[in-house]
């Protein structure tokens, strides 16, 4: 039985920086107090380079992969898991966050952990771990907790994979756990969530019909979790994270909550206390530093797509990564917002053929599409021949086809429902956005879900 972790590390992140840029006297002591402890070593890797401590001034990219700890340890990861071992450490969630050199924008991609992926032999605090073949990606973890018997192994072996399997470089992590998400939407004072179709889960206890819900930090924690749903994969269930932290975004941003100091606060310890960081990242100079730079950060400009997958030969409750997954990987290393409107800049150059692949890269790629305040979400249709038409999906997100104002979606002449960033294909019954090539389900279309199913538009 697994159990997916929540994705609003993102936020923590965000109210952190914030945070820690204005509090002072006792507050601010109490707070560094709570980054020290947090801090875990990276141990040294073939596919890391330890020791990079993050220069929040220098105008580069930083990436971070977020990791969420399915455990059990501790009364409150207890109670939420329902369930399985306390000594039992799995990686249910995997995201690479990107937060761009001019901190414009943040770029998210998560990582499905039922992929199957070759990985690499990883060193650990007490031995190495050889390589594998055809291993599941969240097992890296569990297995670098298992030989190391910390956090740093787990988290070091994952993070060492990530980068060989994607050609990336990066050196910094941050790991949560069940109670961390709870604490962190209680903080806000809960968060809503437009729920698409009855919700019941015998394994997560969630109980929801159709419709608008405001969910405090278990419910919404179990709504993270769910899988036995829908079609009970666990890519839904992701899509379902990527809306969850569009959600707890807007909730904090209607409220000011960067302005309100005690409530920030809050929201800050919460996340702290649950987090394990790198020690390249939990640097008070740091965090300070990030904190100026993201406070204002528009909350649009945050964008979320799953790694793009189909079915594993071998077991089709299995993922691999299809070969866009490269476009994808590639996209992160050139620092680019994971939308097809990045290269909106360059259509009166549309000529320019380097232009012309990004657009169809980024569509056969499947971005599951961009941040909450940005109603272009992706698109799926069950109905719609999807998954044989993507051609002619590609071509209904071109430039000149007009989004509605308040779903975002493209309507075509056939009815289908397409996401003018992702060319996915939106089912109108659920608000679902597949890959047109595969028909994998990568993300939530939430500003047609909000307006359709609980008349909720983003200017509300």
């Known amino acids: ?147 190391g018997g910390d956090v740093a192994s787990a988290a070091s072996c994952t993070l060492n994979a990530v980068n060989s399997l994607t050609g990336l470089d990066i050196s910094q992590f941050v790991v949560a756990d069940f109670a961390g998400l709870s604490s962190m939407i209680d903080a806000v004072g809960g968060v809503d969530i437009c729920v698409n179709q009855d919700m019941k889960d015998d394994t997560t206890g969630i109980d929801l019909t159709q419709g608008m ?56 310890t919460a996340g702290i206390q649950s987090l394990k960081m790198s020690d390249g990242l939990a640097d008070v100079g740091v965090l300070v530093g990030l904190a100026a730079a993201l406070k204002n950060l528009d909350t649009s400009k945050i964008y979320a797509q799953t790694v793009p997958v189909t079915e594993w030969a071998r077991d089709r409750n299995r993922v691999v990564w299809t070969k866009d997954a490269d476009d994808l990987w590639k996209k992160l290393a050139e620092s680019k917002p994971l939308t097809v409107a990045d290269d909106s800049d360059s259509k009166d150059s549309s000529s320019n053929s380097k232009d012309s692949k990004d657009s169809s890269e980024s569509s056969s790629a499947s971005p599951s599409e961009t941040a909450s305040a940005t109603p272009s979400e992706s698109s799926d249709s069950q109905q719609a021949a999807g998954s044989t038409n993507s051609s002619d999906a590609s071509a209904s997100a071109s430039a000149d086809s007009t989004p509605d104002p308040v779903t975002g979606l493209i309507t075509k002449a056939d009815g289908t429902l397409v996401d003018p960033n992702t060319g996915g294909i939106v089912d109108p019954k659920t608000g679902t956005i597949r890959d047109p090539n595969t028909s994998q389900a990568i993300g939530i279309a939430d500003a047609y879900v909000n307006s359709t199913f609980c008349a909720v538009t983003e200017k509300e």
């Open 1 to 147: 039985m697994s159990h997916k972790l929540r994705t609003t590390i993102a936020l923590a992140l965000v109210a952190l920086f914030a945070f820690v840029a204005t509090a002072t006297g006792a507050t601010a002591s109490n707070l560094f107090a709570l980054i020290n402890d947090s801090k875990t070593a990276v141990l040294g890797q073939s596919h890391v380079k330890s020791n990079q401590v993050i220069d929040p001034n220098a105008g580069k990219t930083v990436n971070i992969l977020v990791l969420g700890q399915d455990t059990r340890e501790g009364e409150a990861n207890a109670a939420i898991g329902a369930g399985g071992s306390a000594s039992d450490h799995q990686s249910d969630t995997a995201m690479i966050v990107q937060i761009s050199a001019d901190r414009s924008y943040i770029n998210i991609v998560s990582i499905p952990r039922d992929s199957i992926v070759d990985v690499p032999s990883c060193n650990t605090t007490n031995g190495t771990v050889p390589e594998r073949h055809n291993a599941q990606f969240n097992s890296i973890f569990a297995l670098g907790y298992t030989t």
């Open 213 to 268: 819900h405001h969910l405090d930090g278990v419910a919404a924690t179990q709504y993270a979790r769910v899988r036995h749903v829908g079609d009970g994969t666990d890519i839904m269930r992701t899509t379902r994270q990527q809306y969850l932290v569009k959600s707890l975004l807007r909730e904090a941003s209607s409220k000011n909550l960067f302005t309100q100091t005690n409530q920030l606060y809050q929201l800050a």
